[in-house]
C-alpha cells in the first residue's frame, strides 16, 4: 500500500514562502513520476507542478512559473515544493501525487496515488 504524507503548509504573508515536503512509502520511488496539484474552496483540483522519475525534467502550470520550484531526492523517496513570492491566489489545500508510470503528466487521471493534503493559506 503506498502512503504519501506531506508537510510544510501554513499560514504565511503575501511576499512571503513556504516550502512543502512529501514522503512517500510503499513502492519503488525512484520508478514513478511525481506531482503536485491543489484545491481551493468552491474550485477543482488543479495541477501546479510535476516532475519526471530521474529528476531532471519538470513542468509547471503558467499560475506559478516562475515562483515554484519541484524537486525530488530519490535516495529519499520524497518530493519538494519550494513556493516563493506566494499571493493570496495560492490559498489552497495542496496535494502530492504519484504517476502511473515514469512520464511526467498534469493531468489528474495520470496519478494513482494522493495524499491527504496540507492547508497553504496567504493573506495579504
Known amino acids: 500500500q503506498v502512503q504519501l504524507v506531506e508537510s510544510g503548509g501554513g499560514l504565511v504573508q503575501a511576499g512571503g514562502s513556504l516550502r512543502l515536503s512529501c514522503a512517500a512509502s510503499g513502492r519503488t520511488f525512484s520508478t514513478y513520476a511525481m506531482g503536485w496539484f491543489r484545491q481551493a474552496p468552491g474550485k477543482e483540483r488543479e495541477f501546479v507542478a510535476t516532475?519526471?522519475?530521474?529528476?531532471?525534467?519538470?513542468y509547471y502550470a503558467d499560475s506559478v512559473k516562475g515562483r515554484f520550484t519541484i524537486s525530488r531526492d530519490n535516495a529519499k523517496n520524497a518530493v519538494y515544493l519550494q513556493m516563493n513570492s506566494l499571493i493570496p491566489e495560492d490559498t489552497a489545500v495542496y496535494y502530492c501525487?504519484?504517476?502511473?508510470?515514469?512520464?511526467?503528466?498534469?493531468?489528474?487521471?495520470?496519478?494513482?496515488?494522493w495524499g491527504q493534503g496540507s492547508q497553504v493559506t496567504v493573506s495579504s
Open positions: 516532475i519526471g522519475d530521474t529528476g531532471r525534467v519538470t
Open positions: 501525487a504519484q504517476a502511473f508510470s515514469s512520464s511526467l503528466s498534469f493531468k489528474r487521471n495520470d496519478y494513482i496515488y
